[in-house]
Nanobody, 128 residues
Framework: QVQLVESGGGLVQAGGSLRLSCAASGRIFSSYAMGWFRQAPGKEREFVAAISMSGGSTYYADSVKGRFTISRDNAKNTVYLQTNSLKPEDTAVYYC?????????????????????WGQGTQVTVSS
């Protein structure tokens, strides 16, 4: 199993940016699709973004499309989430996740595999 540690969260004003990082260890990082999820107080955890093993394919929740960018550096065993134009409703604990497998391709789209390993989370708070 892969171990995941998130960092980069914090307090930011609306319209600002944060870059979240997730460092992985324990197994071959490049054999996992990676994803970011978030959970706001009183709400269920929701999907944010995912990236394929090679980094060539990505998938985003509609709520963050055009504002967030997921990327990975397989040489550094790290996945990133660049968050721009942040809104108060983006406030949540952000979790990194790893999923074994290539996911599913449908037409020109890619859908991530099931995620089975999770980090402890990093808090993002956006003030209005």
């Amino acid at each position: 199993q892969v171990q995941l540690v998130e960092s980069g969260g914090g307090l930011v004003q609306a319209g600002g940016s944060l870059r979240l990082s997730c460092a992985a260890s324990g197994r071959i990082f490049s054999s996992y699709a990676m994803g970011w999820f978030r959970q706001a107080p009183g709400k269920e955890r929701e999907f944010v973004a995912a990236i394929s093993m090679s980094g060539g394919s990505t998938y985003y929740a509609d709520s963050v499309k055009g504002r967030f960018t997921i990327s990975r550096d397989n040489a550094k065993n790290t996945v990133y989430l660049q968050t721009n134009s942040l809104k108060p409703e983006d406030t949540a604990v952000y979790y990194c996740a790893a999923g074994a497998g290539q996911g599913v391709r449908g037409g020109s789209s890619w859908y991530p595999p099931r995620f089975g390993s999770w980090g402890q989370g990093t808090q993002v708070t956006v003030s209005s």
